[in-house]
């Protein structure tokens, strides 16, 4: 069973496209992040949302939490060949013993 | 800044044979996480450790074992390398479960 679905699992577009990568749960979360994972690195945080309801913007990258905290979705406006990578959302099991859990991962191809 | 610090970055490994991944940080970091990702996929928990002294399992703990004898040192061991074991590990820290995970840059492990 997966804690943290994540969707689409993968992702080609063309260069100006939108596009959006929904992370969903069934347990309510204290924070959500997301991670930017580019090939033969480890991933590198890009977000965390703490509050529900709450909207971050990071250039063309427009984060949100739901409302209930048990979601999280990542928009990409414009796609450039840039954001090509694997991007992860990851939540805290703090019922669970306290540990970092991921979800499977969008792989993204942006297209020039 | 060092970071985190994996070695070693590549092994190759024969069935049956045992190895130790390492994994120091430097951050004073009470949380650390041993991560397998296989191709295309996301991060899977095999060990993580709240603290000097405290170990406990992730999501894939078989043939695995940790230990964590200091703040700085999480490693990871193999006792029976098997071919579903080739994989690429990732060892990351974090001050909290809330906060940002800094990543080593992985180990690339091949059992053959």
């Known amino acids: 069973t997966q804690l943290l679905e994540q969707s689409p699992q993968f992702l080609s577009i063309q260069e100006g496209e939108n596009l959006t990568v929904y992370c969903n749960s069934s347990s309510v979360f204290s924070s959500l992040q997301w991670y930017r994972q580019e090939p033969g690195e480890g991933p590198v945080l890009l977000v965390t949302v703490v509050t529900g309801g709450e909207v971050k913007k990071l250039k063309r990258l427009t984060f949100q939490f739901g409302d209930a905290r048990k979601d999280s979705s990542l928009h990409i406006t414009a796609a450039q060949p840039g954001d090509t990578g694997l991007y992860l959302c990851a939540g805290p099991f703090y019922n669970q013993g306290g540990k970092l859990i991921f979800g499977q991962g969008t792989e993204l191809s942006v297209k020039p | 800044n060092a970071g985190v610090t994996q070695t070693p970055k590549f092994r190759i490994l024969k069935i049956g044979q045992s190895m130790t991944l390492q994994c120091t940080q430097d951050m004073n970091h009470n949380y650390m996480y041993w991560y397998r990702q296989d191709p295309g996929m996301g991060l899977k928990l095999i060990y993580y450790?709240?603290?000097?002294?405290?170990?406990d399992k992730g999501e894939v703990p078989n043939g695995y074992n940790v230990s964590r004898s200091t703040t700085e040192d999480f490693p990871l061991r193999l006792e029976l390398a098997a071919p579903s074991q080739t994989s690429v590990y990732f060892c990351?820290?974090?001050?909290?479960?809330?906060?940002?995970?800094?990543f080593g840059q992985g180990t690339r492990l091949t059992v053959v």
């Open positions: 990351a820290s974090s001050r909290n479960l809330d906060a940002e995970a800094f």
């Open positions: 450790s709240v603290g000097a002294g405290i170990t």
